[in-house]
């Protein structure tokens, strides 16, 4: 399987009250490790945009072990988990300076034309992508 992995380091600004990072910003980071991944695939996100394309998240789950504090390093671990050509399924693992699990994760997102929000059929509109896609999601 096909694996990107990210390391963030925790702000202050992204940790609450109990000096934990708030449960949002573990999203923020999703994005920042899916970003990752569809680079590592050699794909470009930006350009699928300038087509006119989008990716928009459907679904989100997320399930918190252990929290992250402020000052630690946190590696999200992400790749498809699943592609149908239309949908896409990004899993996340997120870990602590110590190896340890504190987040697992998937998120849910189509590709839809930018103006109309209607799904774009990427085996047609973007071929490369699709077989890319295909490949890793198998593997």
Not at 81 to 100: A, Q, S
Not at 113 to 121: C, G, Q, S
Request: glycine share 6%; net charge neutral; charged share 25%.
């Amino acid at each position: 399987m096909h694996t990107a992995t990210t390391e963030i380091p925790v702000r202050y600004a992204e940790t609450d009250q109990m000096g934990v990072v708030y449960h949002a910003n573990y999203l923020v980071w999703m994005e920042l490790g899916r970003t990752a991944l569809i680079k590592s695939l050699g794909c470009d996100y930006l350009a699928m945009e300038e087509a006119g394309v989008v990716s928009p998240v459907l679904e989100a789950r997320v399930k918190y072990r252990k929290p992250l504090r402020y000052g630690e390093t946190a590696t999200v671990k992400t790749w498809i988990e699943e592609y149908d050509g239309l949908r896409v399924t990004y899993g996340y693992e997120i870990y602590n300076p110590r190896g340890e699990l504190c987040v697992t994760a998937s998120t849910l997102h189509v590709c839809v034309e930018k103006k109309t929000f209607r799904p774009v059929v990427m085996k047609r509109r973007f071929p490369e992508w699709h077989r890319i896609y295909e490949e890793a999601s198998r593997s």
